[in-house]
């Protein structure tokens, strides 16, 4: 069997993850890169082969959710099928892995998010999948942070497996730094009640790291629950009596997110009735880069918390990040200034 930096040789890692690039970046470990996601956007990363494409290509968010869905439950039907190219190509990642790009790279690493572990799909399958296409089995690092202990846990994992001595954790004490900065700068100002809207349709509040993130800011997060993201109703919106709406829509750009969000927000008025339709009214309502605010587990974190600090605070502490991480909802300046709690 392969061992990675067998007799001195310089680690060939592969990322199947934006955040794992992200990690590798602020460990000072890109050089040992090889490849990269699809979404990976570091432009002096570019020159990389990107190894992965769109599991699902364009559609609205409702078919989106429904087959993310469909094609997690498929992965134990394929795993029951022994170590086949399709269990690596549709689950290695969340994304379509090129297999053929994978075996010409030979990684002594891979970092990624393997898809649909459980009582019926471990991550041996995935190993012995891995053997059978690479001829021996690389090191495999699953990035599954629930929570901002696991995003400082996965950090390390990556910094062991990429023999890094140290810097995991002095990397790790300079992010923790940062955001206790930024949450130093909403200390002491007002508490507003915020949903952070993760997926438009259906509804889901985000959960994990996101309402850690809010509390940090000095907020508090009225729907979403660090345990998992749920869905909520019009209704339960409405009676969370939001101050700020967050529209955190993972993995669309903010332009792209303005117009989704404008989307929902008509369509939650026209269907919750006047009590839902008030309380967007009230409410300050806010739209965020899903590319990488909240969605990136790693150091885009720190600029996740300063985002919240700057929309939530903009009196105490300006960072810089509107118009380009965050902006008012297109259409509401004039409400959100109304509303924004003092």
Known sequence: ????????????????????????????????????????????????????????????????????????SAMPTLAWAGATPALLEMGLSPYRTDLD????????????????????LSPDHYLAALEALLGYRPAVVQLDALELEGVWRDMRHVAEALRLGSKGADTIKGLQG???????????????????????????????????LVEMAGARDVLGKVEEAVTFTPQ?????????????????????SQQLAQQAVQQLAAAGGGAVAAALEHARVIVTDGLHVFSRPGPWLVQSLEVLVE????????????????APLQGRASADAATQPA
């Open 1 to 72: 069997m392969k061992k990675g930096n067998a007799g001195g040789k310089q680690l060939r890692v592969l990322s199947l993850l934006p955040g794992a690039t992200d990690i590798c970046r602020a460990l000072d470990a890109a050089k040992l890169l090889v490849g990269r996601t699809h979404e990976c956007d570091w432009p002096e990363l570019q020159s990389l082969p990107a190894c992965t494409s769109n599991k699902l290509g364009d559609m609205p968010p409702a078919e989106v959710d429904q087959a993310m869905g469909a094609c997690s």
């Open 236 to 256: 339960q919106l409405a009676d969370a009596k939001p101050d700020v709406v967050a529209f955190a829509l993972c993995g669309f750009s903010l332009a792209d």
């Open 311 to 326: 929309a939530l605070h903009g009196e105490a502490q300006g960072y810089g990040h509107e118009g380009r991480l965050w």
């Open 178 to 212: 940062r955001l206790a900065a930024a949450a130093a700068a909403a200390r002491g100002r007002q508490h507003p009640r915020v949903i952070v809207v993760q997926w438009s349709d259906p509804l889901f509040a985000a959960g994990g790291w996101v309402p850690q």
């Open 101 to 120: 790009l994978v075996a010409r790279l030979k990684p002594d690493v891979i970092l990624t998010q393997m898809q649909g572990l459980g009582p019926e």
